[in-house]
């Protein structure tokens, strides 16, 4: 009996073996994405404290134009969805 659990470990390790080298191979693959956030990687790690410190203001430059970006588009948004509102509004109140 012993023989049939070593077998069947062999075999669940060779399922979990396959799963994880697929899981491997879809995680290597370099991917382009249409939003521009993601970029290549940058080892933060590696970097002198002078050099960090110019990658971190490098950051929030990035993510205060990605911010200001995001504020106006939801502005414009909001405008134009008001400006509708208000047009058919009016045209309701004039023409009924």
Same mark, same amino acid.
């Given at each position: 009996?012993?023989?049939?659990g070593?077998?069947? /470990?062999? $075999?669940? &390790? =060779?399922?979990? #073996?396959? +799963? ?9 693959? !370099?991917?382009?994405?249409? /939003?521009? $956030?993601? &970029? =290549?990687?940058? #080892?933060? +790690? ?9 990658? !971190? ?35 309701i109140?004039?023409?009924?």
């Amino acid at each position: 009996m012993a023989f049939v659990g070593y077998i069947a /470990s062999v $075999i669940a &390790k =060779k399922a979990n #073996d396959v +799963r994880r080298e697929r899981k491997k191979a879809s995680f290597n693959q !370099q991917r382009s994405y249409s /939003s521009g $956030i993601y &970029k =290549k990687f940058i #080892d933060h +790690r590696k970097m002198s404290a002078s050099q960090f410190t110019a990658f !971190q203001e490098e950051l929030r430059k990035q993510r205060r134009n990605l911010t200001i970006k995001n504020i106006v588009l939801v502005v414009f948004s909001t405008l134009v969805t008001l400006v509708t509102v208000y047009y058919f509004i009016s045209y309701i109140e004039t023409n009924f």
